[in-house]
């Protein structure tokens, strides 16, 4: 496998922030969102068996491993990844695009998806596969990135279209405005989570954290 990253670190996002978790950053991606802020993962990286991967894993002695990228469903062996790690009793968070079908992964408690809506501002929400979200389980997530007021008013549209019943997260670009985001959500009664992506504010935008 193509593999960008790897790491500890806490998980910054999502439902799961702040648990240490190990970080699997696979190379490449299908889409271009316009703040995206993993750029460097699109094409660097070092190609690895997924033995030599499990090792890093089991090395770090972690409970959890994200899985991320880039956009980690794009390479073939990522399913067989899973199924190994999932066998040797870890608990999985899959971070997805939303572009790419998420029915080829295991329905199984320990695995957790995180799964992407992309919001206008990224310039790649028509990339979008609202079937998705049937495949979700309860465990799993729903995020919207959100810029603007435009993103929000998209994002309100897309819950009350799919009657989204999963978690869901307001995540601002960069951390950003969160009280402004925090605001308009207490200010329309929303049932969704702010969050900002934890860290960034310990450790700044960059690479391995
Ligand atoms: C780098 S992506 C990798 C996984 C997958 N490609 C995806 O987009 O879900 C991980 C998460 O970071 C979010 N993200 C990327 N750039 C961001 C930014 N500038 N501000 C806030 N969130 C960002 C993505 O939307 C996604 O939820
Ligand atoms: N700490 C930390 N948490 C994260 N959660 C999702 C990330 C990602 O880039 O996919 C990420 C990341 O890059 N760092
Ligand atoms: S899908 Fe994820 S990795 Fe790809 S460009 Fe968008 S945020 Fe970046
Ligand atoms: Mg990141």
Redesign the pocket.
């Known amino acids: 496998m193509k593999v960008n990253e790897m790491f500890t670190s806490i998980q910054g996002?999502g439902i799961y922030i702040g648990v240490p978790m190990f970080f699997v950053r696979l190379t490449g991606?299908n889409l271009r969102?316009e703040?995206?802020?993993?750029e460097y993962a699109f094409y660097e990286g070092e190609e690895m068996s997924i033995d030599s991967i499990i090792k890093k894993v089991e090395e770090s002695g972690m409970k959890w491993v994200c899985i991320?990228?880039?956009?980690?469903l794009l390479q073939e062996e990522v399913y067989k990844l899973i199924d190994i790690l999932l066998r040797k009793d870890y608990k999985i968070l899959v971070?997805?695009?939303g572009s790419i079908l998420i029915d080829k992964l295991p329905t199984e408690e320990n695995l957790v998806i995180?799964l992407?809506i992309k919001t206008p501002s990224s310039k790649m929400e028509r990339a979008m596969r609202f079937e998705n979200l049937n495949y979700l389980g309860p465990k799993d997530f729903v995020?919207f990135?959100i810029m603007d007021e435009n993103d929000f008013e998209y994002a309100k549209k897309i819950i009350e279209k799919y009657e989204i019943d999963k978690e869901i997260i307001f995540?601002?670009?960069?951390?950003t405005n969160l009280k402004w985001l925090a605001e308009k959500v207490v200010e329309e009664k929303l049932n969704v989570r702010v969050l900002p992506?934890l860290h960034k504010i310990i450790w700044g935008n960059k690479r391995g954290v």
Not at 35 to 38: E, I, P, V
Not at 68 to 72: D, I
Not at 171 to 175: A, E, K, L, T, Y
């Open positions: 996002e991606c969102c703040w995206c802020d993993t991320t990228g880039g956009e980690p971070e997805t695009n995180s992407d995020k990135v995540q601002p670009v960069g951390s992506q």
